[in-house]
Nanobody
């Protein structure tokens, strides 16, 4: 069973930066994709960015200019560098990993952008 542990959330002022980290453990299954979703209060969970073994990284349109995803599915780690944060980026950010057993979610880390 894949287990994901996230870290790096917190409170930041508008225009600031945060770096989220996620590490997978608990399995020898091959992980072929890792990434991030977010969920704001009262909203549906939405995709932010992901990395895929052999096909690189992809971003949601709103994230491509300010966010950078990095990591390695073989190393079972994924990071999200978020710059120029805005109040509308406030959400719980969830790490996810896809393997042959399906999708696993992390517990989520809160990101709050406020002055």
């Amino acid at each position: 069973q894949v287990q994901l542990v996230e870290s790096g959330g917190g409170l930041v002022q508008p225009g600031g930066s945060l770096r989220l980290s996620c590490a997978a453990s608990g399995t020898t299954l091959r992980i072929h994709s890792m990434g991030w979703y977010r969920q704001a209060p009262g909203e549906q969970r939405e995709w932010v960015a992901s990395i895929n073994s052999g096909s690189g990284s992809r971003y949601a349109n709103y994230a491509k200019d300010r966010f950078t995803i990095s990591g390695d599915t073989a190393e079972r780690t994924v990071y999200l560098q978020m710059n120029e944060l805005r109040p509308e980026d406030t959400a719980v950010y969830y790490c996810m990993a896809d393997s042959s057993r399906g999708r696993t979610w992390g517990q989520g880390t809160q990101v709050t952008v406020s002055s």
